[in-house]
């Protein structure tokens, strides 16, 4: 057990008020000096590529989604955030999303469909943002989610030089 | 007939100029809060947050107005108009500033009413205004109002009579009670030969003593027991809600106005102007006004500073320390004046 | 004739091969040729297993081709068989394109359950891989990718052997071979989306299936086919507790085996009907929507007021329902009849029975008499009051009769979904087939269990609970 002794206070310090004094003289030096506040709507959060916000589909070039709709971002979703229906197309790559759905109000933002996703069609994007009216205005589908590639190519960046760090760990 | 209208027109003013003040005071609490805490404050309404407190009026009109179940419902109703009227009619007797003008050979001067207990009345309708806080929350029906009523009549028992004691050395001075004769007598002259002649350099000890109490009669931290949001939620005001929560804090920053400008005329000359008897009287105005914003700032500073006292604090504060020092200088001051 | 698997002494059947040994005992064998309904052709390898016989040494052999003998050693998990096994699977992966992501197979594909269980995750070979065809048509059911396709030929060998009209053969040498059909004619018959099933990659799919949902989505309760009167047990699959998206055979030595015919499973299109609605009765306006009791209250008030009841059930009523109609035609005090439609020209010699009544023994050992639409309809023109109760009573009867009728009999439909026709008074919403539970009894006296894969709509109730609720009404009055 430790006994922490009590200071004895000196004369100054029992009168109180050259104390009180001393302390309105940090608060009067606080005022001057520069605000950390941050005008949040104006000044944006700064984003890094590991900045995880909410998920975004990828689109190629020619304004095709990469998303096959195989369902494993559905599954591996821990919040049952996404529904996925999908359907033939004529193109090589046979399949599409018919509906592509994220429910924002469930999205926990945790990136499990990113890890999951076998074509490197959905991306933690940057953009954090969520505000309407409706629940049913936060559930997003293709039209609202889809991005090109090249909007998302930071993250899709950094996510490849990770895992390309791993893979070379993990094969020595 | 003219006095009469002159008498209205400077009543009309001077309320105004109050509650608008009040206004700004919320405003400015914010503000100096924020920039002690490295924040910005309001800064979305108007031109630097300046219309905030409008904002605020517009929100407080559209609350729901509630009366808690088992209240008394008039005195519920009436305590916020107590506290808010009490701090309102006190501020007729503070002098403002010196003559106006001459009609009809009467003099105007820039307060309401020049009465001759001025003093007196100050504190007798400043005191009102404790009795809103205590009805407001004995009548709630909720505990947390009533201990933050049942403290602040203990407080303002404890520190009632200090302040009253510190007044009372002032005008055994000054030999009158009239706040007007008790600036005119700090306007001429000078204290030691080279300082305004002003009570405050004659009576310091007051000086702190009546300050200190100020903020306890004002229920403002760190004396703000009737409040005490970390205890007792939100004190006398937990259940009020609306334009009745609104008047509360109107009467507590008119409280705080009035106090600071007590202060002003007692301890640093009121509307006079250092050094400048002649001075026109928009001067002395604008010289009251400045030294009642330092005081206001005053309030507004040691707030974001120093953390509430211990109940029990307060108490041996006030009787086993404020009591006996401001009996004492009474007793230099009456030595002092006989003499 | 007792052999060892895996070092346990086990009984086995000595006319089947190993690999049925195994099977048969819960030791895994992988196997894609095999199929314990078709002849084993030992094409794929993928069931090599290491095996001691008397003092020979340990070898691996083909489970599917061989015969088990008396004293036989079998270690399926030997480090051996697993060498096998991976180059097996390695060859076979050579040229299977990876678009699992796709594949309407993936999540029961054995390819890919193998696979993870070896753990091969790269190839050797440095060739590039062959392209076939990926999205060939078979006829109006099926889809045919060639490239996806392992050539273990269980889809030729069903028809070969099940069917008995082969249609499908391989095509090609060596690394060129492929599945084809003959001609390239479509595929024909009524057994086809069986091959589906026997495929185990994802090369033959169903059309009507394709892309519709991802297999691990499914929601799967065993249940009984109600097409014809065979009865075949069946899964019926359900995405998010909506609509039913595929019903596939389920094994049953007794009735269908493997097996079901296309009827049975294409009726997962006729399991989602549109426009269900609780309750309607005859207003001013047609009929119009309202409170299952209130339409219950109607229904009684009639059977009071009235005299000549007729009810006529459908043979898609459980054998419970059944039971309560009974008592229900008992109060009525009229004869309990059940509608028998004539046989279908669907009829076939492998599972089908062309007779679209899948509880007709049922009903009959109950004592319901068959009646054809004919009759029915005869009995209906001198009829006061008619209840027609169950399950798909106003298809079997036909539309347009039932428009035909006149207004003064006053007709009580409860079906799953009923038509405007103006003789009807009131119609109540039921339950179907893959939202009710209960008993159906096939031709030949098995027991068939259907079950409930998903909930009813709301408002739509049970159709026991609904004869439960005329019962009552009707002893209150007695």
Redesign the interface.
Known sequence: MVIVKRKELTLAERLY?PE?LR??R???G????????R?YPEEPIPSTEVTRGQPRLAENEDGTLRC?????C??ACPAYAI??????IDR????EPERFEIDFLRCILCGFCEEAC??EAIWMSDELELADTTRKGLIYGIEKLKRPASALQKRIDYVKRINDRWRTFSST | MTVLLATFIKAVVIFGALVSAAGLATLAERKVSAWIQHRLGPNRVGPFGALQPLADGVKFIFKEEFVPEGATRWLFILAPAISAMAAMMSVAVIPFGGLVTEIDGTEIYFSIADLDIGALWVVAIGGLGIYGVILGGWASNSKYSLYGGLRASAQMISYELPLILSILAVVAMSDTLNLREIVNIQTSGTAFGFLPNWNIFYQPLAFVLFVVCTFAETNRHPFDFAECESELVGGFHTEYSSMKFALFFLGEYCAMIVMASLTVTLFLGGFSVPYWEEAPWYLGVAAFVAKTAFFMFLFLWVRWTLPRFRYDQLMNLGWKVFLPLSLLNILLTGLAVSL | MKITVNGREVEVDPSKPLIAACHDNEVDVPNYCYHPGLTPVGSCRICQVEVQEGERPPRVVAACRTPVSEGMIVDTNSEAAHETRRECLEFLLKDHPLDCPICDKAGECTLQDYTYAEGQSSGQSSEPRQNFEKRKSLGDKIVLDQERCILCSRCVRFFEEVTEKPQLTVAGLGSRSRIETFGDRDLTGNYQGNITDLCPVGALTLKNFRFKARVWNLVKKGSTCGECSRGCSVSVEVLRQGEVKRIRPRYNEQVNRWWICDTGRFSSDRANPEGRVPALLRGYSGLEACEVEDALDSVTSAYRAHDGHLLVVSPWVTVEEGEALLELAASLKTEPIFLSPTPSELKDDLLHTGDPCPNRRGLMDLGFIPKSPEEVRELLSTAETATLFGERIVELIGPEPLDELPTSLRLFLFDVSGIDAPAIAVHCGIASWVERGGTWVNIDGHVGRIQATRPAPAGVRQPLSLIEGLLAAQEAVQ
């Not at chain 1, 096959?68 to 494993?72: A, E, N, R, Y």
């Not at chain 1, 529904?83 to 033939?88: A, F, R, V």
């Not at chain 1, 090589?92 to 399949?95: L, S, V």
């Open positions: 008020i009180v302390g309105l940090i608060t009067l606080k005022m001057f000096q520069p605000k950390s506040t005008q096959v709709s195989c369902g494993m559905e599954i529904t996925i229906d999908g359907h033939e090589p790559i046979e399949r076998p074509k």
